[in-house]
């Protein structure tokens, strides 16, 4: 029986054996980027992968997603290793894609890549006949919350309900006999740091408002018309005035765009579209916001008598820490890259959301952050410099965490997962976004 350090070491080196491979795939990723719930290229790539591992993975789960399960000798943890695989819109990055705009600025391709090199190991070094548990590798769809509208239409025609992939898992069954889930995420780089075994994620609500005004000639006769944009410009400022109202330590974030401001400039625009979030870092304050964003917006419409409509769409809760958890990966990390490149919560607070603060809710879960990156997420000077760290030193901590979760009779998993409390039930998580089948 090999020990835990022997077992550790022994999938380091079959990922560094197999880095030409691993840095490949996530390049093949990134070259074809695709928005949430169009992953078609990705995903197959992440199949084809794994079929010449020879392993038969599951597909087409909320759309596009994949899910390959390992078990061990004995099945006393079940653990989630997930990587994203969607893109988001940055149109002017020099890597987006022409006709989409879609790009890897957010650093998916590489988290699927980490998986990929898991999926290597496990076929490398028949890794699961020492565990006690079982390892799940899922490709997850649309974690960027991208082209509302889109979704809403593949939500209408019943297609999907939630409006991203691990929600969609969450409601379809998929992690209902998951344990614990683990999974990473690129960062920028900080000076002296290469990674953080966590961060603060706010959750937010979404809204789609559609302002409905009258048409009329826009030169000849606006008075017979109502405008729908005038509406929706003083909605926008009138939910500028509420910003001095939100506290800071609730981290309250709204940021709306127009999606369409109407059909042709000598009509007075009588369809007009926003699409928004309103983000916080707890439940409370963003019902509240949320409340004073409609208020908000329907003060548009009455300014100038035109109808809003206002569709409340589910967002992200915020996340939910598992210090246990935590405290095994800092550990980890330590040991992969030394105590002193190793920052517990990454610096500052994190304004962004992920329906990973979803899955965190109902176990125990971890989203630890790996520095390769130079420019910002979501920019278009996005550049991963470091693909060794991104890629394969967090694919070599998240499996390192797994070993010692579901080693000698997954003590330390079992031990993670009794000493969590839920903070929802699945049933109570559906009831809350008003899903419950």
Known sequence: ???????????????????????????????????????????????????????????????????????????????????????????????????TGAVHACGHNAQLASVAAIAYALHDTGLMQYLDGDIVLMGLPAEEYVEITYRNKLREEGKLWFLSGKQEFIRLGEFDDIDISVMQHSAVAEPGYKAGVTSVCTG???????????????????????????????????????????????????????????????????????????????????????????????????????????????????????EALNDLMYEELKSLLGENAV?????????????QGDVSHLLPSIQSFFAGVEGGLHANNFCMKDKDLTVLTAAKAMLCLVIELLYDGAAAGRKVKEGFKPVLTKEEYLRQWGRLE
């Open 1 to 99: 029986m090999k020990t835990k350090e022997e077992l550790k070491r022994m999938v380091c080196e079959a990922i560094d054996r197999r880095r030409d491979e691993i840095i490949a795939f996530a390049d093949d990723v990134a070259s074809e980027p695709e928005l949430g719930f169009k992953e078609l290229k990705t995903s197959a790539k992440f199949v084809r992968l794994l079929e010449s591992l020879g392993r038969t993975p599951r597909t087409g789960i909320a759309q596009t997603g994949v899910v390959d399960a390992y078990q061990g000798a004995g099945s006393e943890i079940r653990v989630a290793v997930m990587g994203e695989m969607d893109a988001i819109l940055v149109a002017d990055h020099p890597d987006a894609d022409k006709l």
């Open 204 to 322: 937010f609500t979404a809204k789609l408002i559609n302002y409905k005004g009258k048409a009329a000639h826009a030169g000849a006769a606006p008075f017979d018309g109502v405008n729908a944009l005038n509406a929706a410009m003083l909605g926008l400022m009138a939910v500028h005035a509420q910003r001095e109202t939100f506290r800071d330590e609730d981290h309250i974030r709204v940021h709306p765009i127009i999606t369409k401001g109407g059909d042709i400039v000598n009509v007075v625009p009588a369809d007009v579209r926003l699409e928004t979030y309103v983000r916080g870092s707890n439940t409370d304050a963003i019902l509240n916001a949320s409340e004073k964003v409609n208020r908000a917006f329907r003060a548009g419409g009455d300014a100038v008598g035109a109808d809003c409509e206002i569709i409340e769409l589910p967002g992200y809760l915020p996340a939910v820490q598992c």
């Open 343 to 355: 920052q517990r919560v990454c610096a500052g607070f994190g304004g962004g959301s992920t329906d």
